[in-house]
């Protein structure tokens, strides 16, 4: 049984690229999202974010009428679900995404379609996701609710990649395939073998959700160890960044670097997804959270303090994204450093960003002006290095003379 059309449901970060790399391989792609700017300009050939090598993709798959966008759920052979999953107040996670989804696509479903729920979840959120659809669909029967084989098969496949190389990952990197039901995995691993070359492996829908959780929050906790280092070293006057080279020469020892905090949509946000189904049970991974949300505030202080010894300070923070190369500026740490210093008043603040043309909204209203990297230097006082993009660490250090230097990457020592 082949898929002739797939369906994508979000058309964001992930959606838009595992939809291009199904039109390449050869299959019809309908991709859907709710904003229809997005939709008129993929129908364009133009992705509505950067990511190397997408734009081309993009143009490519358009022009050759394998992949078209649009508002509303078209009927498929498969739907991949790629809806955004943030969370609540009090760290609920908030499935509301994947619920109108699935509701939006239960209407299209037949006897022998396949589901895949591909947003990052908390465990048991596939379950969650058949029973909304199985409201809608009460003539069709599901699996697990009713019984293997079931009319449609349903799984859970998270993704694993990274901004700045989610092209070569989509398809490089192994793939965790969790049907609900043993014929659900076997269904859905037909799918992504039509463009991923890393291994499909084989799992169950709870497990495929908690392996991307576990991924996230194992690296959460090992950037805690390392930005409470940065702490302990600041107040006993220890250079971290030798510290860190010299213990890593153990062969069992693999510290990482620490920074200003942790940024990005999946790691800051993963493991509340975790912590919150048991709380009790998640000391560990709820005081990794407290270390790395508080390091911003802890940079504030150090930059904040730096400009104090400065009359009528001028504040350069180089970088606004959540990490090097990239654009991305969800859940940024350094957007919540300059936003700190913004409204403490600590200082004319410069903002250095090669991969922005405007300032985050998050910034908009204080008075915080984005400069190019020239200005920035020759202006400041205070040099705070955010983000360790390429073009940063290439800055003439003649450049940096007789300025007070904060440098959270260790890249100019």
């Known amino acids: 049984m082949t898929f002739e059309r797939v369906s994508v449901i979000g058309l964001g970060y992930i959606g838009l690229p595992t939809a291009c790399m199904f039109a390449r391989s050869g299959v019809e792609v309908v991709g859907v999202d709710v904003d229809a700017r997005a939709v008129e300009l993929i129908n364009q050939g133009r992705p509505q974010f950067s990511e190397p090598d997408l734009k081309l993709l993009v143009e490519r798959v358009v022009a050759s009428g394998k992949l078209r966008a649009t508002t509303l759920p078209e009927p498929a052979d498969a739907f991949v679900i790629a809806v955004p999953t943030p969370f609540r107040d009090g760290h609920e996670p908030d499935l509301r995404h994947i619920e109108a989804a699935g509701r939006a696509i239960a209407p299209l479903l037949a006897p022998g379609n396949l589901v895949v729920l591909e947003s990052t979840s908390p465990v048991g959120a596939t379950e969650r996701l058949i029973e909304w659809m199985a409201e809608e669909r009460p003539d069709l029967r599901f699996p697990v609710l009713q019984g293997e084989p079931g009319d449609v098969?349903?799984?859970?496949?998270?993704?694993?990649?990274?901004?700045?190389?989610?092209?070569?990952?989509?398809?490089?990197?192994?793939?965790?395939?969790?049907?609900?039901?043993?014929?659900?995995?076997?269904?859905?691993?037909?799918?992504y073998e039509l463009f991923v070359r890393g291994s499909c492996l084989r799992s169950d829908a709870r497990t495929a959700e908690m392996v991307k959780l576990t991924e996230n929050a194992y690296r959460d906790v090992s950037i805690a160890f390392a930005n409470e280092l940065s702490l302990l070293c600041d107040r006993l006057d220890v250079d971290v960044w030798e510290l860190i080279a010299?213990?890593?020469?153990?062969?069992?020892?693999?510290?990482?670097?620490?920074?200003?905090?942790?940024?990005?949509?999946?790691?800051?946000?993963?493991?509340?997804?975790?912590?919150?189904?048991?709380?009790?049970?998640?000391?560990?991974?709820?005081?990794?959270?407290?270390?790395?949300?508080?390091?911003?505030?802890?940079?504030?202080?150090?930059?904040?303090?730096?400009?104090?010894?400065?009359?009528?300070?001028?504040?350069?923070?180089?970088?606004?994204?959540?990490?090097?190369n990239v654009e991305d500026m969800r859940e940024s740490a350094a957007v919540r450093v300059v936003e700190g210093l913004a409204k403490r008043n600590a200082g004319h603040l410069l903002v250095v960003e090669p991969h922005a043309h405007e300032l985050p909204p998050a910034l908009l209203g204080f008075d915080v002006r984005l400069v190019e990297l020239e200005e920035a230097l020759e202006s400041a006082d205070v040099v705070a290095l955010l983000v360790d993009h390429n073009v940063f660490r290439a800055v003439n250090r003649d450049l940096l003379q007789d300025r007070e230097l904060i440098d959270l990457h260790g890249i100019w020592r």
């Open 153 to 191: 098969y349903v799984a859970h496949c998270p993704e694993r990649v990274l901004p700045g190389r989610i092209l070569v990952e989509l398809v490089d990197n192994d793939r965790v395939i969790g049907g609900v039901t043993g014929a659900c995995t076997d269904r859905a691993r037909q799918l």
């Open 246 to 324: 010299l213990a890593n020469r153990h062969p069992r020892v693999d510290v990482l670097r620490p920074g200003p905090g942790v940024g990005g949509h999946c790691i800051a946000v993963d493991p509340w997804f975790l912590i919150h189904a048991a709380p009790e049970l998640a000391p560990l991974m709820r005081s990794a959270r407290a270390v790395n949300d508080g390091k911003p505030g802890y940079v504030v202080e150090l930059i904040a303090d730096a400009a104090s010894r400065r009359a009528d300070p001028t504040i350069a923070c180089l970088g606004l994204t959540y990490k090097a």
